[in-house]
């Protein structure tokens, strides 16, 4: 899923970032201090062409992007607060459609002492058989 950088989409991130802040707010101060696991993977990718172009402003030959995946993820001590937040970047060296950021997770998730838990955002659910392989879109 990817929401491009368009107008309505600045809208969907505002209200995301919005939500995230007030979650992070409402969090008690001492479990504020818990630690913060930052990670990401940054990569290159280059696609090619072989056959000339058919049409004006297609491209020929190589195509490079480069690739930025983060993930921030917080948790309190007895894990009944989470946060997580998963960016995805392209910059693509000659498609500005390509170029484009978007939110692959961004929530947060309240554990119960009762045996539930409530999350707020936008977060990839993995159930079923193929579990295991995490196939999703």
């Known amino acids: 899923m990817s929401y491009g950088l368009r107008r309505s989409s600045s ?11 007030s979650c ?11 630690e913060l696991d930052l990670s990401g993977d940054i990569a290159g990718e280059v696609r090619y062409f072989p056959d000339d172009p058919l049409f004006p402003g297609q491209f020929d030959d190589f195509q490079p992007s ?5 993930e921030a993820r917080w948790e309190t001590e007895d894990r009944k607060h989470q946060i997580v937040f998963k960016p995805f970047f392209r910059l693509d060296g000659q498609d500005d459609e390509r170029t484009h950021f978007d939110v692959r997770e961004g929530y947060y998730r309240f554990n119960s002492d009762q045996n539930w838990s409530l999350t707020v955002g936008a977060a990839q659910v993995f159930w ?6 995490q196939r999703v879109g």
Do not use: H, Y
């Open 128 to 133: 079923g058989r193929t579990d295991r392989r």
């Open 11 to 21: 809208i969907t991130k505002r209200v995301l970032g919005g939500l995230a802040l």
């Open 66 to 70: 480069l690739i930025f995946q983060g």
């Open 24 to 34: 992070l707010c409402s969090v008690a101060p001492p479990a504020l201090a818990q």
